[in-house]
């Protein structure tokens, strides 16, 4: 069975600091890893998505990137500004495209 | 475009009553899910349909909760009778195949259900 753990669960930053959030899961044969963003009272947004033949992705100041064989992966947040505050959720996707979620790492970036 | 639409955003109900929860995925998309996410948790899959067939629905529980996606497009998902554990966010999601490396879902914002 696939678990997913993501380190730490709360993390707060000044503004502008650069930070690393970690996500580990045991099962090494997936598909691919996404990261997601969820603010208070919402929804899930894609961040970034990672096939399994991939080793990163970026997308603006988020660049994440994917060991498979190690079971890891690490988003990277530069510059990070206040309106980055919310939980980071990761997933992998395993077989017949089943998502399997960490339990998030809740940011909070002040002034 | 459109992204997946899911009413009603909260409900407050006692327990022993039933419910009933909407979605309404991406056009075009054939896979649909429905994820049942406890407060400080991350979500948890409860049914994935394949156009109107379902291909995972392990960990719903049956004894209380259904769910039907006619004509392959919307779906419901209904509670019956809801006890206090039930409390939690359902999320909808959609994805264009739901397989394959590239697939990528796409949530609703939720539906907020408490349980008194």
């Known amino acids: 069975k696939q678990e997913v753990t993501q380190i730490p669960a709360a993390l707060s930053v000044p503004e502008g600091e650069n930070l690393v959030l970690n996500c580990s899961f045991t099962d090494s044969a997936i598909y691919n890893l996404q990261w997601f963003r969820q603010d208070p009272g919402k929804g899930l947004t894609s961040l970034l998505l990672?096939?399994?033949?991939?080793r990163e992705q970026t997308s603006g100041r988020l660049n994440a990137s994917l060991d498979k064989s190690s079971g890891r992966s690490t988003l990277y947040i530069a510059a990070s500004q206040p309106g980055d505050s919310a939980t980071y959720l990761c997933?992998?996707?395993?077989?017949?495209?089943?998502?399997?979620f960490g339990t998030g790492t809740r940011l909070q970036v002040t002034l | 475009e459109a992204g997946v639409a899911q009413s009603p955003r909260y409900k407050i109900i006692e327990k022993r009553q039933s419910v009933a929860f909407w979605c309404n995925p991406i056009?075009?998309?054939?896979?649909l899910y429905w994820y049942q996410q406890i407060l400080g948790q991350g979500p948890k899959l409860l049914i994935q349909f394949q156009n109107n067939g379902v291909v995972d629905d392990s960990q719903l529980p049956k004894d209380r909760f259904s769910a039907e996606r006619l004509k392959g497009v919307d779906s419901t998902l209904k509670i019956q009778p809801a006890k206090l554990e039930d409390s939690a966010v359902y999320l909808c999601a959609s994805s264009l195949e739901g397989a394959g490396d590239r697939d990528e879902q796409y949530f609703g914002p939720g539906t907020r259900l408490t349980v008194t």
């Open positions: 056009s075009g998309h054939a896979t």
């Open positions: 990672i096939q399994s033949s991939q």
């Open positions: 997933a992998v996707t395993g077989t017949a495209s089943k998502l399997t």
